[in-house]
T-cell receptor, first 114, second 113 residues
């Protein structure tokens, strides 16, 4: 089946720094990718829709200046958490829409901000 | 607007017993329905999906779900669970033709020996 990877799988950073998370579709092209965040023992909350070659569409309540999304190619979308703070600590999961409109999820990135 | 309600936050069950995880949704248009499983510190894996056609959908690992339009439900079932089925299960809905997916709060299935 289709594979989506995320890098890094976990990251620890100091408060105030920026962190970039990559999401790659390894064996298919994805014009649409999604970014979710998941707090412990909670569900996935959609943050934004990432479309190749255009600006991301953010969900209500998600700060677009804080969570920068770039979908520069058909196989790569990046999420940059700018000036991260402890409340940004979470599990970030991406998904990519495959050729038959099915979503494939990445393994997630655990972000811890100290 | 769409919403998904998973009625049970936790379901403990003994090994080899049957299990049902409940899911109800609301939407004003036709929907696609999904069940995903998440193991600790991992992403989501698709168990099964309903797009159209037969209301009984069979998925991986022996799971199945039945779409009931009149009751707006999509309950997940397995006739005999294993210890390895212990995980978090998410019901999800997307509007027909769209990609945006809304997830339920999740149900923690705990299989005891």
């Amino acid at each position: 089946g289709a594979v989506v990877s995320q890098h890094p799988s976990w990251v620890i950073c100091k408060s105030g720094t920026s962190v970039k998370i990559e999401c790659r579709s390894l064996d298919f092209q994805a014009t649409t990718m999604f970014w979710y965040r998941q707090f412990p023992k909670q569900s996935l909350m959609l943050m934004a829709t990432s479309n190749e070659g255009s600006k991301a569409t953010y969900e209500q309540g998600v700060e677009k200046d804080k969570f920068l999304i770039n979908h520069a190619s058909l196989t790569l979308s990046t999420l940059t958490v700018t000036s991260a703070h402890p409340e940004d600590s979470s599990f970030y999961i991406c998904s990519a829409v495959g050729p038959y409109n099915e979503q494939f999820f990445g393994p997630g990135t655990r972000l811890t901000v100290l | 607007a769409q919403s998904v309600t998973q009625l049970d936050s936790q379901v403990p069950v003994f090994e080899e017993a049957p299990v049902e995880l409940r899911c109800n949704y609301s939407s004003s248009v036709s929907v696609y329905l999904f069940w995903y499983v998440q193991y600790p510190n991992q992403g989501l894996q698709l168990l099964l999906k309903y797009l159209s056609g037969s209301t009984l959908v069979k998925g991986i690992n022996g799971f199945e779900a039945e779409f009931n339009k009149s009751q707006t439900s999509f309950h997940l079932r397995k006739p005999s669970v294993h210890i390895s089925d212990t995980a978090e299960y998410f019901c999800a809905v997307s509007e027909g033709g769209g990609f945006k997916t809304i997830f339920g709060a999740g149900t923690r299935l705990f299989v005891k020996a």
